[in-house]
């Protein structure tokens, strides 16, 4: 069977290997912010339909650079203490297993970025992964003893390096300059729409 | 005289007739946030000697634009209601006067950017911008009535906005390509380092 698009985006569904990633299932709890609320904040980062055209393509192009780009990413902070503590041990030293266990989950983070239509289920996984790099959840995944909480100031920088440092990994299709620039500004819009929504657990309700 | 690059960053400072522009007064509190969390911050985005240069001269080319550059932006929030509600009146008419007040504030702002050195005069002046945003400090300095605080997620939702539209105003000046992309990574990793300062405010000390 000739596979079309659409398997494709079935395939990238077929994710119950990976462990921990409960997306879609009643595991993961509602999340506060309402599909009004989403649609508002699509706005606000002025992504529409042309954006999510755009971010299909850049899909195409990062899927299969998915691992690389989580392992450029991983690099970047294993480089900073102050990034690398959050990964790391209690006692500050590597924890191997934890980045082994966390890895899949984020590479998937790239597909579905990409791929998944934003409706509630997406939704809720992002209330979901918000928590996960709270107090309130981290560490709990995968039964890992590291730093309990990572700072909103660092998943606020790192956004940076998760933006810009896709751009070169766009090219790799041989689109050109436009196309690219296409690509990369969806991917930036669709990253601080993300990024927007982790930030909730972060501020009181009034107040996020 | 032939005026220098040099003196062209001084007259920059020459910003005494902006009202409410208190950068570099006694009327600004301290930061919280020491110089060493913002060298930790500029590490995250990324930020080196290298973006600095590049940061420079994205601001050579942004200069003259920076009045076109917000009012651009104001047209996307003028467009939005959910957005421009901040700076309308509490009857939620616009406000002419807010607006006139608070523009050179903003056009300068895209030329600090750029141009100020990232020393503790500009950290505190973030937390100030920050405050400003929030129910802390948001209308009192042009002494208006309005909404009196703008939610985390538009803040973080804009800056998707304030990153992205700025990219064909870099082409202003006949760049190569190259030359617009390290502009601009440069200008998108300094809006991520002022919107991360400004986020403070927004989170317990603890979980900032």
Redesign the interface.
Known sequence: MVQTSTDVRTTAWSTTTIAGYTYGTSDVPPSPVSLG?LD??K?????GPEEEDWLRRAGEVLDEQAEALVDHWRG?IAA?P??SIYSAGLDGQPNPAYGAASKPRFVQWVRDVCRRPYDQDWLDYQHEIGLRH?RAKKNRTDGVESAP?I????L??????I???T?PFLTARGHT?AEV?RMY?AW??AV??H???W??P??SP???
């Open positions: 609320d508002l904040l706005q606000s980062v002025l992504f970047i900073q102050h990034l709270t909480h700072p909103l100031r660092y606020l920088s790192f956004t940076a390096v933006m810009t440092t751009k300059v620039d500004d930036c819009k601080m729409l990024v927007t929504l930030a909730e972060y501020a009034e107040d996020w």
